[in-house]
């Protein structure tokens, strides 16, 4: 069985950015540096944390996570991780409009897929086997992804702001059982990890 | 200076009560027992919060905490907690119907203040001088306080579990900037401390 998780940096109230995300605000409007500055300032003290958010064998994300654009593809961008991207693995990426395949430096190729949550789903567990999928985000396909009854565990990086707008974890998800795995408060950031029971 | 603090047990997702509360179901419809499992079931585990919730020179808290009545007011009905209630110190209820002040064992005495938040926090600032004043809910209560500008600081204890409807924290309150202060992952609980920075 493929064991799913999935990371997400959000706001005390939940948002995983703010509205309006475009190349140069890539979280969009508000005070959305609150959500990773954990990770820009305090890697050392967040390195279990974040040594997580990339220890899979697929990756699923949704358009707005790897572009700024919407509509047709520039065949230019190939994502906002320079030519290394960290996931160094197949990373499936949701999107209406076909594109080839993108084979990036150090083992990462993002894959374009027009056939929704199932056919990434399937496509991601096909690569992994009995590993480990991650869907790295955003909310929007998180929130997909849980109304699908499809991820097992879920990591919430709560970063100390409130942003009232944006996309935002659970909006529209049913409710959900959840048990508290793990957890650790550090300087910037409160980590948490629940298993999704169902 | 008055120092005000504010406590609430709320889901993953904000909210600290289900639709429709009720005298049989005083959190409301949904899996709101999951909120305060871990006052009932883990209290040892959990002292230091438990304690800190009290740990206040005055209170104050909406009718829909104190009361599952609404409209005017039923004179027998004395809240939610036996005789000697744990507040053992002035509470402030908000509420739009007079009623008479109501003295409870233990130091425990119910105001009931018509005046809106701005009067009920006049009244529990003159009573705490530079001690401290609790926000002691519900989310409504504590929105109007957060949106106010009134509170120092925010105990969250996060349950697992999410409910998608009811009284949600944050609701219509402007982005708020938040400090970390302290947090702390329980068995069945996350507690985390902010301070709300002005």
Redesign the interface.
Known sequence: MTYVTCDLAVS???FSSGPRQRLDRPFGD??VD?LTRWMIETPDENKAELDAITAADAFIMGRNMFSPGRGEWDPEWTGWWGEDPPYHKPVFVLTHHERDSLEMRGGTTFHFVTGGVEDAFGRAREVAGDGRVSIAGGATTINQFLTAGLIDELR?H?A?????TGDR??DG????????I????A????H?T?RVVR
């Open positions: 005390v109230d939940g508000g005070a609150v919430l709560v100390p702001v409130t942003l009232g974890l659970f998800v049913p409710p959900l059982t959840l048990e508290q793990s957890g650790r408060t300087s910037l950031v409160s948490v629940y």
